[in-house]
């Protein structure tokens, strides 16, 4: 019995946010029935991303819907709440939200008060000052970027075929991504190993027309995989005509012109920033302690340090590392721990509410798998280093196993078993993304949208 009613605010509908309040309403059902406890998760979109499976919606090996969890049918005892936290007072227990509905009344943001607090909004893409980036660079982080990036790719190739000019094919058929880590390698491996097959439907387009790039701006790819199978990914894709550049910046993209800092220029039509992620910009917005790097200061049972009803974990959560070596290490950023803390925070608030001493998080690194493509990959698993193919496996049985839900689990593995007996799809659905432009055309109105007002091509 929870010693006393209580309202659980949950922050974002991510990893955390959605594992917390799965783990909160299978734990506290009874309380839930009785009206003891309330749980409210607010979050930007009705649907948790499973992340590590963007790179093969963005190469078709996915449906798009099958990457992400709808939040209300999963959280079928929670309050979903379509909105943003804009500010936190702790201190006051309330929480300033922004939802569609305020947007429309003009009244302003509205207010929720809680009991408990947890915080997990995630992170957001870490962009640098450079000339043109916000213009005409694409991120990785949404499934929107990602079916919205898989289109831009389709249709480069479209315009490429269709044109006489050399400088505008050779724009539209340079790739530049810039960050070596997981998103940046997985995105443009699958893609290269998409648009290498959709090039055998173009009478004029050759997969060694393409020019596929991949930016670095330290020593080595893929750190979380080690330095021996860091050195084998930049040599898998060297041999598949992927020009990696380590040690190199991007100095600018402006006028769709790639200049980098070792006075490379490649007129591009396509750039991908997948270089890092930071907080999200709600943990400035409160009252609660952070840490240099702008995360929230936790400890190893996931409260916030020093304050009283404040939860954290994941990517926006500085969590000690009690299994790590060196003292004063924090768990890396990745969903790996994010759903394993999800499971110990829905815990110790359990516990809290009754009154029980809190559990602490440890859990050893376990290893990493990244896919390459089609059938190629790495992976390090508990000190074992595999490659090609077993690696490629390796990849899909586990984020199969980690996928939320036995419907997601069923519907991936039936698109996974198609996909291997029938040829790919290579359709791009760009008008998805203006679906209206057409009628307001026929309508007699003026076109919102032209492929020359598109900083990215997408037409």
Known sequence: MVKERARILVVGGGYVGMYTALRLQRRLKRELS??????????????????????????????????VVPLRRVLDRCHVVIGEVTTVEHAERTAEVATLATAEDRKGATFLEYDELVLAPGSIARTLPIPGLAEHGIGFKTVEEAIGLRNHVIEQMDIASSTRDPAIRDAALTFVFVGG?????????????????????????????????LVEATDRILPEVGPELGRYTVTELRRRNIQVLLETRLESCADRVAVLSDGQRFPTRTLVWTAGVKPHPLIANTDL???????L???????????????????AAAVPDVTAAEPGTDTAPNAQHAVRQARVLGDNIVHALRGEPLDTYAHKYAGSVASLGFHKGVAQVYGRRL???PAWFMHRVYHLSRVPTVNRKARVLAEWTLSGLFKREIVSLGSL??????????????????????SNGSS
């Open 387 to 389: 490659k090609g193919y």
């Open 181 to 213: 880590g997981y998103a940046g390698v997985e995105a443009l491996g699958e893609l290269e190993d998409m648009a290498r097959y959709a090039a055998r439907y173009y009478h004029n387009v050759q997969p060694e027309d393409m020019k596929w790039i």
């Open 34 to 67: 009785r009206g003891e406890v309330d749980i409210t998760v607010v979050t930007p979109d009705p649907y948790m991303t499973y992340q590590p499976f963007l790179p093969e919606a963005a190469a078709g090996s996915i449906s798009p819907r099958h990457v």
């Open 297 to 315: 200061k936790c400890t190893a049972e996931l409260t916030v340090d020093g304050v009283d009803h404040a939860w954290a974990a994941g990517d």
């Open 433 to 454: 993304e203006h679906p209206r432009a057409e009628f307001e055309l026929a309508a007699g109105g003026k076109p919102p949208h032209s492929p020359s007002d598109d």
């Open 289 to 295: 302690p952070r840490t240099p790097h702008g995360r």
